[in-house]
Structure formats: C-alpha cells, structure tokens
C-alpha cells in the first residue's frame, strides 16, 4: 500500500513510519519546514521513504501533499499535544488539532475514487474528561477538560460526521498513554526513569491520579490492524491495556527498578518549571475500556506495564544517564 503519514517526525509517528517499511509499504510522510526539526528520529529509515513538504493548518498546503503521494491509506498523528501547554496556547491547538484534522479529511476526499481509500485518524483518551471512576467506553459522552482535549474532541467528532455524512472511509482511535520514547523526556515513565537514572530528585504532582499505559509496539500495532480491517470502518476504537495505576504506584515501580531511594520522590509536587494546569481540570481517572477493538480486530496489548518499563529502562541506561 501507499501510506501518507502526518506526523511522522513525531513520537508514534516515526515509529509508525519504521513497521510500515518494514512490512514492504511504499511511505510518505508530511513534514512542516520549521528549523529545529528532529530528522533524526528517523534514523535509517530516511532512504525508504519520501518526505513531503506540507502544513496540516494550511489546507492548500496538506492538499498539495495528498495530490503528491495519492496514497491509499492517510494515518493522520500530527497534532499539538502537551496538555498543560494547551492551557497557554489554546487558539494554537484548535488550529494544529481541529482544523488540522478537517484539512487532512477534506483533502483526501478530494483525491480521485476517495471511496478506495481510508483514514486512520489520532483522538485521544483524553477527550473522555471528568468521568466517574470506571473503565472508559466509546459510547460515553464526551467532557474534554482542557484546550487540548476540547480541539481532540472536536476533530473526533468532525472526523464521525465525515464518515456518516460524506463517502469517507477511516476510524478513530483513542489511545491511552502512550510511552518508550527515546527523544522525548518530558512524560511521565521517560521523565521518571531518566530523572531516577540520573539520581535527581523527581517530583510527581498528582500522586493520586489513575491512568493507563501502553508500550509503543501496541499502540502501533492496534492502527495497523484498523487499517488492514473493513470492520473498522466508520468505527471509535478505545486503545489500551485497561490497568490504572496510579501516580505513585508508578513512581515507586521504576524506583524499585532501578534502585532509586524513595526518599528523592518528592508527592504532591511539580518540576520548577513545569506549565500551569487549573486544578479542577486534572482528571483522577483515565483508564480505557478496549473490549471493542479486542472483539472486533482482535487486537490486544503484548507488553505489560513490567516489561515495557524494563525496556525503557534498558534503552536509557545505553545512554549512559547516571554517568
């Protein structure tokens, strides 16, 4: 198949763009023309594929990409996506998150026999915002509780429309968490593990708060099956392990690991810096309910919250932190 990636600089994206190769797709990925850009998430992978200039803000720029690559699948991951930021630059993340989404539809529609084709599309956990305390479901309504989760929640139900109304075909996926990034240290497990690594104090702000993890390698493999499945069409699929942990429980896993002194864990606090979120738009609770896409693509995590920590861990200390 031929694959348009947006995003495809980014965490899920380059990772994304790596089995694609692997698995023999012809890969184009669309890439802003901004100086600080990261090529080497990439790595090896830039002889086998082509890059596209292209801003997903810009709809005659992200049509120009799409008439360029004519693929038969988009995955659409570009997306503005620190949630405290967004408090800060909250018309920003309509533009990139919302309007980015309807950019990349519409220009796929405008492809000749846009019925043949197909659009993986990134929503997130997320969107489910201040729920009661259970496992997540599609069929929940919707309270985004911050600027990033409202622009995710609006390009997820534009992209529903878009399938019910026009002759687009695709999905939506909402991913819990997402973690083993090897360029980014700014999330929780990496920022954990690498502050611990180093032997810092490490500060966890929420150490109440409940979420659900997911390595890398399933959240890849979960659009991979979306793609290759008729029964995903039009569909929202929930993508994760359905274990919460909470902050703490987190924080004292990876230290044992590692051997971390417990006493450098600094609860209740954030790092000096760190972006300011309103406090009654924290959620205590994020776990997912996959029962969907486990019955209807037979998808289901491989890596435990163990293992997949034991990996990041293992990639870290290659990197000689503690040194």
Known sequence: MKVLLTGI?????????????KDGHEVYGVVRRVANRNMAVLGDLLNDLTLLSGDITDYVSTRNAMRAANPDVVIHLAALSPVRDSFERPFEYQQANLVGAMNVAHALLELPDPQNRKLVAASTAEVYGLQENKPLKETFSLHPSSPYAVSKAAADLYLQMMFNTFDLHGSVMRPANSYGRKFDKSF????????????????????????????????????????????????????????????????????????FDLKKIKLGSYPPGYPFRPLASDQPYIVLDSTKIRKTLGWSPTVSIEEGIDRVIAYFKKQNLSS
Not at 10 to 18: D, L, N, R, T
């Open 9 to 21: 600089l980014g965490f899920i994206g380059s990772h994304m763009a790596e089995k694609l190769v």
């Open 188 to 259: 929780v497990i990496e920022y954990l593990v690498t502050q611990m690594l180093k032997g810092e104090t490490v500060y966890v702000g929420a150490p109440d708060s409940i979420r659900g993890y997911m390595y890398v390698d399933d959240h890849v493999g979960a659009y991979l099956m979306a793609i290759k499945n008729e029964k995903a069409d039009g569909e929202i699929f929930n993508v994760g392990t359905g274990v919460g942990v909470s902050n703490r429980e987190l924080a004292e896993l990876i230290a044992k690991k590692i051997g």
